[in-house]
């Protein structure tokens, strides 16, 4: 089956600052990279995804790559701000239905 | 446009007790899947219905099992719970079961197992 590694697990980062997460998936069927930011005790919430069509997706401060002959996938957040602290998730899917595969999470603390 | 809606958010249960968690997808979404998430293994799949047919499962013991309803509505069952059952479980919809379909989570449900 699937397997995600997220790397760092926890990442510190000066206000203004740009952090980067990375993830390697195992399957070459997978086709489907969402990323999801988590707050204590909230849900998952979608913030990007990208599909292997794409190589790359940016929404303001939030960006993907994806590196489909390597099998990594990657999020940028620039000009970060307190409210980005959180956990973040990515996540793969590889097959014709929803079953996600996640990382491990990384733990990002912004500091003002 | 109401969200994932999950029951209840919170609950505690004696080892060997079974519990039933409840899922409301977002109007118009067919797929409902079922994670847990826990400190130690992170978020893990439990299992995907579809037009009320499981169509994925992940590698979780016979005592975890679900169903969906005609309206879409899911619930999951655990049994014979016991303490490392202990986990916050997060039920997500999307639209269809075609791949690459965006997966939205409702709030989960806390479930502690004493």
């Known amino acids: 089956g699937e397997n995600v590694e997220q790397h760092p697990s926890t990442l510190s980062v000066q206000e203004g600052d740009s952090a980067v997460i990375k993830c390697t998936y195992s399957?070459?069927?997978?086709?489907?990279f969402p990323w999801y930011k988590q707050e204590l005790g909230k849900r998952p919430q979608l913030i990007i995804d990208i599909r292997s069509n794409v190589g790359e997706k940016k929404d303001q401060r939030i960006a993907v790559t994806l590196n489909k002959t390597a099998k990594h996938f990657s999020l940028h957040i620039t000009e970060t701000q307190p409210e980005d602290s959180a956990v973040y998730f990515c996540a793969a899917s590889s097959n014709a239905g929803n079953m996600l595969t996640f990382g491990g999470g990384t733990r990002l603390m912004v500091k003002p | 446009k109401a969200g994932v809606t999950q029951t209840p958010r919170y609950l505690i249960k004696t080892r060997g007790q079974q519990v039933t968690l409840s899922c409301s997808p977002i109007s118009g979404h067919r797929s409902v899947s079922w994670y847990q998430q826990t400190p130690g293994q992170g978020l893990q799949f439990l299992f995907e219905?579809?037009?009320?047919?499981?169509?994925n499962k992940g590698n979780f013991p016979g005592r975890f099992s679900g169903r969906q309803f005609s309206n879409s509505r899911s619930e999951m069952n655990v049994s014979t719970l016991e303490l490392g059952d202990s986990a916050l479980y997060l039920c997500a919809s999307s639209r269809s079961g075609a791949a690459g379909n965006t997966i939205y989570f409702g709030e989960g449900s806390w479930l502690t197992v004493v």
């Open positions: 399957d070459s069927a997978s086709n489907y």
């Open positions: 219905y579809f037009s009320e047919t499981q169509r």
